[in-house]
């Protein structure tokens, strides 16, 4: 079946909603796994960021989640697919990086701290990315960002989401896949 991008954001909302995991690793792995969501492609640059929320609210955050949506998805439907290779900065980066300043009520005009520690969470996410090179993988970036996402929380606000060790389970699906030189890549 095909869908088109609204029509999977809404699919997304509809099923990450039940989520109540406090690990934003495993509530995208359970999504990736459904029908509308490809190995790769812009539909991620919003369950990234979706996944980071809901496990926020499942630890305990103070978040309207149908507003965090609603923000979070008229952000990340501008973005386009191939960012990473395109644009130089990954979609999965941008959506939690909006997630996180929809977490945290930040906009352009933003004074204080948290709009530089923003930046700096997705300056260290990109940054882990560039050491492996490409091809992109959607899959590889989420993990990556969301990986980073938990710690950052935990380091700069004391928020305490959980995160695992990760080994790919899409790898097989990915005619791209760097194996090897992928961190989560499960037959090293």
Known sequence: ????????????????IDQ?????????????KKDYINIHGPEHHFL???SLIIAFRNA????????????????????PPGMCGRWGVCGAVTGVGAAMAVINSLCHL???????????HTCRAVQKMSTMGGPRCCKRN??????????FLKEKYNIEL????????????NPQCIKERCIYYPQK
Do not use: W
């Open 20 to 32: 109540t995991s406090k690990n934003p690793i495993e509530v995208a792995k359970a999504l990736m």
């Open 60 to 79: 305990g955050g103070n978040i309207d989640i149908d507003e965090a949506f609603e923000q979070l998805s008229a952000r990340s439907i501008k973005m």
């Open 162 to 173: 959980e995160g695992e060790e990760i080994k790919c389970q899409f790898f097989h699906l």
């Open 48 to 50: 990234d960021g979706a």
């Open 110 to 120: 933003t004074d204080g701290d948290m709009y530089g520690e923003n930046m700096e």
């Open 1 to 16: 079946m095909t869908y088109t991008m609204e029509e999977k954001y809404e699919s997304i909302k509809r099923d990450i």
């Open 142 to 151: 989420a993990y990556i960002t969301l990986s980073n996402a938990v710690s």
